[in-house]
């Protein structure tokens, strides 16, 4: 069974930084990335990076600027690396993966990890 699985949420203050990972188990995915739901709000992307880089990675427009996603083909690995976060980052983040290879192309990730907390107080 295909996994997805993610690590590195947490607590931290405004302005700070974190770094997430996922890493996918008995697949390759062609894209992997990043999505984010806040209690009471709609899932938004935040990411995707294709495997093969010929796709230029896509950002939600919230994070442009701030994060940026990386990814070890070697070891099936995606990263997000989350700089100058503000509390309204708050949010289950999930990773995402898919064999289309449009990172931005956001309706077509079919595969989703369970998600890891990060929470950004003020």
């Known amino acids: 069974q295909v996994q997805l699985v993610e690590s590195g949420g947490g607590l931290v203050q405004a302005g700070g930084s974190l770094r997430l990972s996922c890493a996918a188990s008995?697949?390759?995915?062609?894209?992997m990335g990043w999505f984010r739901q806040a209690p009471g709000k709609e899932r938004e992307f935040v990411a995707g990076?294709?495997?093969?880089?010929?796709?230029?990675?896509a950002f939600g427009d919230s994070v442009k600027g701030r994060f940026t996603i990386s990814r070890d083909n070697a070891r099936n690995t995606v990263y997000l690396q989350m700089n100058s976060l503000k509390p309204e980052d708050t949010a289950v983040y999930y990773c995402?993966?898919?064999?289309?290879?449009?990172?931005?192309?956001?309706?077509?990730?079919?595969?989703w990890g369970q998600g890891t907390q990060v929470t950004v107080s003020s």
């Open positions: 990076i294709s495997r093969a880089g010929t796709t230029p990675p």
């Open positions: 008995r697949r390759t995915f062609n894209t």
């Open positions: 995402a993966a898919k064999m289309g290879i449009v990172p931005g192309r956001t309706s077509s990730y079919d595969y």
